[in-house]
Structures are given as C-alpha cells and as structure tokens.
C-alpha cells in the first residue's frame, strides 16, 4: 500500500508559496520607501522570496522544515525594515505555526487510523 500524502507538508508548502508573494511585495514597498542600497533591497527580498517558493520541494527531507523556520524567522525580522512586516509576519508565521500544527495532528490521526483499519482487516 503506498504512503499517504503528507497534510503537515502540503499545509506548508501553501503558506510558504503564499509568503513568497508577500516578501515581493513588501520588496517592492521596501524599494520604493528606499529602505536601503537598491542592490541590497532586490537581492534580499528577491532571494528570500525565491527560497520560499523552492523550500516546498525539500520540506520531506531532513533540513527542509528548519529552513522554513529560518524563513519565518527572516520574515519577522524584516519588520525592522519595514514596521509593518512585523503585523504581517507575525500573522504569516502564525499560519506557519498552524500547519505545523493541524498538519501533524492529521497525518497522526491518518496513521492511526490505517493502522486499526489494517488489524481490522
């Protein structure tokens, strides 16, 4: 019988895919408040924005939810930058929090619930 999919990894990858357009545009807020260097300000939020749209892909292997964290930590930061990347960062790492979460707690009661339905059987 194959593995389900994994809800904990699909409930991320959607939080990080929608952060990832969040940084672009707070990227693009950044550079027209000229927060900083214009190479700085596309490099970092451009990069950042980048790896959370190519995290999805190894959040099944080991290091791939530690590098959603550093994101959702990268994201919280950025708020000294922009004040209101800490409202939306806190809001974006609580959905994060969430799937963790609720995405776990499902793949659990699914593994429990395959297991019984297994010795039933």
């Keep these: 019988m194959n593995k389900p999919k994994s809800t904990r990894r699909a409930?991320?990858?959607i939080v990080l895919s929608f952060e990832s357009v969040v940084v672009f545009f707070a990227t693009?807020?950044?550079f027209g408040l000229r927060v900083g260097p214009v190479e700085w300000v596309w490099g970092i939020?451009?990069?950042v924005s980048i790896l959370m749209i190519l995290?999805?892909?190894?959040?099944?292997?080991p290091g791939g939810y530690a590098l959603g964290w550093v994101l959702q930590?990268?994201?919280l930061v950025s708020g000294f930058w922009l004040w209101g990347?800490?409202?939306i960062g806190s809001?974006?790492?609580g959905m994060w929090i969430w799937a963790q979460i609720a995405g776990g707690t499902v793949d659990r009661a699914r593994e429990?619930?395959?297991?019984?339905?297994e010795s039933n059987d």
Excluded: C, D, E
Aim: no cysteine.
């Design 11 to 13: 409930l991320s990858a």
């Design 28 to 30: 693009l807020t950044a």
């Design 45 to 47: 939020g451009l990069t």
């Design 55 to 61: 995290t999805p892909a190894i959040l099944g292997r």
């Design 73 to 75: 930590a990268t994201l």
């Design 85 to 87: 990347m800490f409202v």
């Design 91 to 93: 809001i974006l790492v």
């Design 112 to 117: 429990n619930y395959l297991k019984l339905k």
